[in-house]
């Protein structure tokens, strides 16, 4: 996935494994195996913001191919947008971007609600796609204060009109 962008920073990933696994004790994980992968993880870090902007580059073709698409057509591009989403929603805040999981996560729920999608459904899955460029573009980490908190309230709101419509 390349080398470092001019103008890149190093995030440095939560250890949240840490957290979540019991260490020590039986059926305790190993401490050093645990170490070793918080350190594989840090490592990474530097390649998600690639990562993350190959997946975006990658939904919003494949969104370019629903909208081509004829309706009868779009199952397959409404699931390719669904699984490219997914990886973003897992990828997200391993590499400190809880945002992207958050936004990637909503964006999951509701492809998984579609047969077909018309004007109104292909608009929520701009405005996702759009929010998580914003996010990347804009090394927004973390929650990305309060704007992204913003623009995710509103996002979850226009979701749920267009579901329940």
Not at 7 to 14: D, K, L, Q, V, W
Not at 115 to 134: F, N, P
Not at 138 to 148: I, K, P, T, Y
Request: aromatic letters at 4%.
């Amino acid at each position: 996935m390349g080398g470092k962008k001019a103008g890149s920073r190093f995030i440095a990933a939560p250890t949240t494994l840490r957290s979540k696994v019991k260490v020590g004790g039986p059926g305790a994980v190993d401490a050093e195996a645990l170490a070793r992968a918080e350190q594989i993880i840090a490592d990474m870090a530097d390649d998600y913001l690639e990562w993350a902007e190959d997946d975006l580059l990658n939904i919003a073709e494949a969104l370019d191919n629903l909208k081509a698409a004829r309706k009868k057509d779009r199952k397959e591009h409404i699931e390719r947008i669904f699984q490219i989403s997914h990886d973003i929603k897992g990828q997200g805040g391993s590499f400190g971007y809880g945002m992207m999981t958050r936004i990637a996560n909503q964006l999951c729920a509701f492809v998984e609600t579609l047969e077909s999608a018309g004007a109104a459904e292909i608009e929520v899955l701009e405005l996702h796609i759009d929010a998580m460029k914003l996010i990347i573009a804009n090394r927004l980490s973390g929650e990305g204060g309060q704007v992204a908190k913003k623009l995710f309230q509103n996002l979850k709101k226009v979701t749920e009109k267009v579901a329940a419509s």
